[in-house]
């Protein structure tokens, strides 16, 4: 695998929350797909190296083809790499995933990812006709099947999932071949399967210390060695949120941030989040990236030397944050966080 020619690949994820426009009501789907596009925009033109989309299928995220929205992102940037936050692939058909993204890869001039993985969210299995008993089987049957597409060479594979194929060719073909990563949660079972095909990590640590993960890191190089597989990269994504101060930001996404997390609290039985975990986690040793661009870079830098990392992806959006803040947090992201966090680490 080719290594980045920085110290340390600083992304952006969001999951195309649905906003709220300047009268405090939500916005149309359409609306907040082309703020979305204008985010990327701007994150390419201030020197971020990564925009990952997600998917979703329900009403308060407006991204169900993350594909899509990266192919219009693709026509108006240059540099800044395009991918999936994450592709939820044990409900999709990995042929046409890995054909939607080299469509994108070619469109891009080079620049698709995809980050695959089950996903937190179970909506896509019911919507599209799949058995959520079958939650394991589905994603280890069609990430061997994706594993094998990679090579792009003719493919004979058989499973219980989908129908098998015999000596089959796959189009379109990438120039250089197609970046894919799977995306885990705290999972060592996760974390070996991913060692087991040679693909990249990308963890998701959106609560504790992000220390703890590093057994897991540990986990990952051992398996790969196991496997005789080359080294990968290590990624993490974790949300955050930068103002001009640390008082700043904590004001502006504490309220968007509460409204977001107990709603998704209800469905799943969690208690209401309170003031003092939301400090607790933009604290030091805490997995929110929520400040000044000093203290967020700091942060950032310490994860990426305590863990190993090659990758820090910053989920910037959250819940109903408005736009304009977004645009703000991107900004600061772009012109002086990843310049500072690069500086820390040389």
Same mark, same amino acid.
């Given at each position: 695998?080719?290594?980045? #020619?920085?110290?340390?690949?600083?992304?952006?994820?969001?999951?195309?929350?649905?906003?709220?426009?300047?009268?405090?009501?939500?916005?149309?789907?359409?609306?907040?797909?082309?703020?979305?596009?204008?985010?990327?925009?701007?994150?390419?033109?201030?020197?971020?190296?990564?925009?990952?989309?997600?998917?979703?299928?329900?009403?308060?995220?407006?991204? #169900?083809?993350?594909?899509?929205?990266?192919?219009?992102?693709?026509?108006?940037?240059?540099?800044?790499?395009?991918?999936?936050?994450?592709?939820?692939?044990?409900?999709?058909?990995?042929?046409?995933?890995?054909?939607?993204?080299?469509?994108?890869?070619?469109?891009?001039?080079?620049?698709?990812?995809?980050?695959?993985?089950?996903?937190?969210?179970?909506?896509?299995?019911?919507?599209?006709?799949?058995?959520? #008993?079958?939650?394991?089987?589905?994603?280890?049957?069609?990430?061997?099947?994706?594993?094998?597409?990679?090579?792009?060479?003719?493919?004979?594979?058989?499973?219980?999932?989908?129908?098998?194929?015999?000596?089959?060719?796959?189009?379109?073909?990438?120039?250089?071949?197609?970046?894919?990563?799977?995306?885990?949660?705290?999972?060592?079972?996760?974390?070996?399967?991913?060692?087991?095909?040679?693909?990249?990590?990308?963890?998701?640590?959106?609560?504790?210390?992000?220390?703890?993960?590093?057994?897991?890191?540990?986990?990952?190089?051992?398996?790969?060695?196991?496997?005789?597989?080359?080294?990968?990269?290590?990624?993490?994504?974790?949300?955050?949120?930068?103002?001009?101060?640390?008082?700043?930001?904590?004001?502006?996404?504490?309220?968007?941030?509460?409204?977001?997390?107990?709603?998704?609290?209800?469905?799943?039985?969690?208690?209401?989040?309170?003031?003092?975990?939301? #400090?607790?986690?933009?604290?030091?040793?805490?997995?929110?990236?929520?400040?000044?661009?000093?203290?967020?870079?700091?942060?950032?830098?310490?994860?990426?030397?305590?863990?190993?990392?090659?990758?820090?992806?910053?989920?910037?959006?959250?819940?109903?944050?408005?736009?304009?803040?977004?645009?703000?947090?991107?900004?600061?992201?772009?012109?002086?966080?990843?310049?500072?966090?690069?500086?820390?680490?040389?």
């Amino acid at each position: 695998m080719t290594e980045p #020619s920085v110290p340390v690949e600083l992304g952006l994820d969001t999951f195309g929350d649905v906003t709220i426009g300047a009268d405090g009501a939500p916005l149309s789907h359409a609306e907040v797909l082309r703020n979305l596009v204008d985010q990327a925009v701007l994150a390419d033109q201030v020197g971020v190296h990564f925009i990952g989309v997600g998917e979703h299928h329900r009403s308060d995220f407006a991204v #169900s083809a993350p594909e899509v929205v990266l192919a219009a992102i693709a026509t108006r940037t240059e540099r800044i790499r395009l991918g999936s936050a994450v592709t939820v692939l044990s409900s999709d058909d990995p042929v046409r995933v890995f054909q939607r993204f080299a469509t994108l890869d070619g469109i891009s001039g080079g620049r698709a990812e995809v980050i695959l993985g089950r996903g937190s969210f179970t909506e896509s299995f019911p919507l599209f006709g799949y058995d959520l #008993s079958q939650y394991e089987e589905l994603f280890e049957e069609k990430l061997s099947l994706f594993a094998q597409l990679l090579t792009e060479q003719p493919v004979t594979w058989q499973g219980q999932t989908r129908a098998g194929l015999s000596n089959q060719s796959v189009y379109p073909t990438t120039a250089h071949g197609l970046k894919a990563w799977v995306g885990v949660g705290g999972s060592q079972q996760s974390v070996v399967r991913a060692a087991s095909y040679g693909l990249p990590l990308m963890m998701a640590i959106i609560g504790g210390e992000p220390a703890r993960f590093a057994p897991l890191v540990d986990l990952y190089h051992r398996a790969l060695a196991h496997f005789e597989k080359p080294m990968q990269l290590v990624g993490v994504h974790s949300p955050g949120y930068i103002a001009a101060t640390d008082d700043q930001a904590r004001a502006e996404l504490w309220p968007h941030m509460k409204v977001m997390r107990d709603r998704i609290g209800r469905e799943r039985g969690w208690p209401p989040i309170t003031e003092a975990e939301f #400090s607790r986690d933009c604290g030091p040793s805490g997995s929110w990236y929520v400040g000044s661009p000093e203290t967020v870079a700091k942060k950032i830098a310490a994860t990426v030397q305590v863990l190993g990392l090659r990758r820090f992806d910053l989920k910037y959006s959250a819940g109903q944050l408005p736009h304009h803040l977004m645009l703000q947090s991107i900004e600061h992201y772009g012109t002086t966080v990843i310049p500072m966090v690069h500086d820390l680490m040389a």
